[in-house]
């Protein structure tokens, strides 16, 4: 079965500092996509970046890059140069790619960031 | 363009009563999926749907739960004699098969 763990329920940072948000994951499939998610107090759920587990290379959009470590089964999030509009829960989610499979996403339970002026 | 729409944004209800949350999906996607949050929690799958066919529904928790989607479009999720534990963020989302979910602003239900 699929899971996701996230190990931090709570994270800090100053503001202009870089972060990272811890995710491990365990599926028994060879193919799966790894995402993040951003959730901010208002509730709706925003995406940040992808990984599939083929891609040679880590994923990178602006300030979010994703540190994947296929053999240790885990795919942190990297904030750099956090910004107080950052301060929101942060989750991991996995989606196992076999053809003719479900297209679900399994969520962690997140880790709330909170970025300090 | 218009991202995924959820309506009603909150619905307060008595136990006991059936409730239905309407999801307006992205145009053009053909996957829609529907989650529950609870407070604290991630979200956690409930069904999804591939066109008008529900394609994995083995995320509804009972019989009281069912999800529909005629044409293909809009979707609407039913809850039949709501109970207390029913209480939660119910959260749609839609994409393109196999690529990123988008997601809606979410349903904040209350059961009474």
């Known amino acids: 079965a699929q899971k996701i763990t996230q190990t931090q329920p709570g994270m800090f940072v100053q503001e202009k500092e870089a972060v990272t948000l811890d995710c491990t994951y365990d599926t028994s499939d060879p193919s799966y996509g790894l995402f993040w998610y951003k959730q901010p107090s208002s509730g709706e759920m925003i995406f940040l970046i992808y990984?599939?587990?083929?891609?040679?290379q880590n994923a990178t959009e602006g300030r979010y890059s994703l540190n994947f470590q296929k053999a240790r089964k885990s795919a942190n999030l990297v904030i750099s140069a956090s910004q107080l509009g950052d301060s929101a829960m942060y989750f991991c989610a996995m989606r196992e790619n076999h053809q003719g499979g479900s297209e679900k996403l399994v969520f962690g339970k997140g880790t709330k960031l909170t970025v300090n002026p | 363009g218009a991202g995924v729409s959820q309506t009603p944004s909150n619905k307060v209800t008595e136990k006991g009563k059936y409730v239905e949350l309407r999801c307006d999906p992205i145009?053009?996607?053909?996957?829609l999926y529907w989650y529950r949050q609870s407070l604290g929690q991630g979200p956690e799958f409930l069904i999804y749907?591939?066109?008008?066919?529900?394609?994995?529904d083995s995320g509804l928790p009972n019989d009281r739960f069912f999800a529909v989607r005629p044409e293909g479009s809009v979707s609407t999720l039913k809850i039949q004699r709501t109970e207390r534990g029913d209480s939660a963020v119910y959260l749609c989302a839609s994409s393109l098969t196999g690529h990123t979910q988008y997601f809606g602003p979410g349903t904040r239900l209350t059961v009474l």
């Open positions: 990984q599939g587990s083929y891609d040679q």
């Open positions: 749907f591939q066109g008008t066919g529900a394609a994995d």
């Open positions: 145009s053009g996607h053909t996957a």
